[in-house]
Each structure stands twice: as structure tokens, then as C-alpha cells.
């Protein structure tokens, strides 16, 4: 089962516009990431956000936490046509001494240039 | 790009055959995971080796199995294929074994597995 969800589930913008994805999850966690796929490929780690921390930056990557909601967004500013890709919340569960990430369906996001 | 590779890209079965698929880690990465993503779904964890050992394992039946090498390096084989195992099989690996400081994971390219 899916312990992230994102929403929408598709997101058309034009370039320059700015891009807001939401994850919600199920349980407590130490901290949530954002990752990017591009077309079917492999993930690519964005950010991380540690449960104690409301919100971080990097380049033209916002992201909030908000604990008490158990929900996350992901704002990316400025896109551009290379910022089309699927975009998947994360969090970490045990599962047994292993430290799995439990993902959500993603939100595929498309930058019309 | 990650250092993690994986072969082959792509490969075509047919139900019944047995399949390897392989993995190199990253340079200094110790903890290999093993993910199952179905077209339009998130990744879904498979299993997870540390130092050679499965130490995790998500919701697959045993015909998935794995094996992880002194160099670090993995395999994921899975037998009697099934119609539904056609998915984008993702390896990733993170330094420093299972702990938080584990919790960022690097991904490899996937091998796209089409069972016919």
C-alpha cells in the first residue's frame, strides 16, 4: 500500500509559470523527500525535509512540511520544459532492520515551453 | 546522474522463464534496495541487503530473491514470471547501512522487464 499520495496527479503549466504538488502520508515520520522521474527512468533525490524542519529551499525548490496535517508540497519556481517529469513524495518505514521508501503515485508535471 | 548502473535496459520473458536482473552501487554505498514500479505507480519496495544480508522485505512472494556481493554489487532474480511482474525494476543504494543517514537513496536507470 501506498503510505505518500500525491495531488493532482497531473499538473499542465506554461514556462515560467510556478508548479505546486501536495503529498499527504499516513504515519509518523523522521523526515519526507521529494524525487523526480523523467520518463520512465530512474529517480532523482530532490530534497529532504526532517520532521522538526516547516520548510526548506534549494535553487528554485520550495518545500513545506506541516507535521500537525501530516501533508507536504513541493513548489518549483520559474519552470522550465526540462522541469517536465513525474514527481513522487517519499517517506521512510521499517520494515524489518531495513529503512524502505514507501512512495505515493506521483503527480506527472508538464511544462508547455 | 548516480553512480548506480544497472543491466540489462530492457529484456523480454515469457511467463514461466526465470530472470537476473543487476545492479553496481554507487562508489562507497554499502545498502542496496530493490523497488517494483508498475507503469502510472509509484516504486514499491521489494527488498533491501547490507553487507550480503536481506535485512527488509516488502509484500513479494518468495519466487523474488536477491543477492548482494562483497563488492556490493546485486542481483534481483525472480522466477516462474508472471503476466503481472512486466514492470520498471529500480535498484538504488545508499551509504552507511541501514540508518538515517541511509534514508536518501541513489537510483540506477531501471531495467525495464515485458513478460509476454
Known amino acids: 500500500s501506498q503510505q505518500g499520495e500525491e495531488d493532482p496527479q497531473a499538473l499542465s503549466i506554461q514556462e515560467g509559470e510556478n508548479a505546486t504538488m501536495n503529498c499527504s502520508y499516513k504515519?509518523?515520520?523522521?523526515?519526507l523527500q521529494w524525487y523526480r522521474q523523467n520518463s520512465g527512468r530512474g529517480l532523482v533525490h530532490l530534497i529532504l525535509i526532517r520532521s522538526n524542519e516547516r520548510e526548506k529551499h534549494s535553487g528554485r525548490l520550495r518545500v513545506t512540511l506541516d507535521t500537525s496535517k501530516k501533508s507536504s508540497s513541493l513548489l518549483i519556481t520559474a519552470s522550465r520544459a526540462a522541469d517536465t517529469a513525474s514527481y513522487f513524495c517519499?517517506?521512510?518505514?521499517?520494515?524489518?532492520?531495513?529503512?524502505?521508501?514507501?512512495f505515493g503515485s506521483g503527480t506527472q508535471l508538464t511544462v508547455l515551453p | 546522474e548516480t553512480g548506480v548502473t544497472q543491466s540489462p535496459t530492457h529484456l523480454i520473458k515469457t511467463r514461466g522463464q526465470q530472470v537476473t536482473l543487476r545492479c553496481s552501487s554507487q562508489?562507497?554505498?554499502?545498502?542496496v534496495s530493490w523497488y517494483q514500479q508498475a507503469l502510472g505507480q509509484g516504486p514499491q519496495f521489494i527488498f533491501q541487503y547490507y553487507r550480503e544480508e536481506e535485512n527488509g522485505r516488502g509484500n513479494f512472494p518468495p519466487r523474488f530473491s536477491g543477492l548482494q556481493f562483497p563488492n556490493y554489487s546485486s542481483e534481483l532474480n525472480v522466477n516462474a514470471l508472471e503476466l503481472d511482474d512486466s514492470a520498471l525494476y529500480l535498484c538504488?543504494?545508499?551509504?552507511?547501512?541501514?540508518?538515517?543517514?541511509?534514508?536518501?537513496?541513489?537510483f540506477g536507470p531501471g531495467t525495464r522487464l515485458t513478460v509476454l
Open positions: 517519499a517517506t521512510v518505514i521499517s520494515s524489518g532492520s531495513a529503512r524502505q521508501l514507501t
Open positions: 562508489s562507497g554505498h554499502n545498502t
Open positions: 538504488a543504494s545508499s551509504p552507511r547501512g541501514p540508518s538515517r543517514a541511509g534514508d536518501t537513496q541513489y
Open positions: 504515519t509518523s515520520i523522521n523526515n
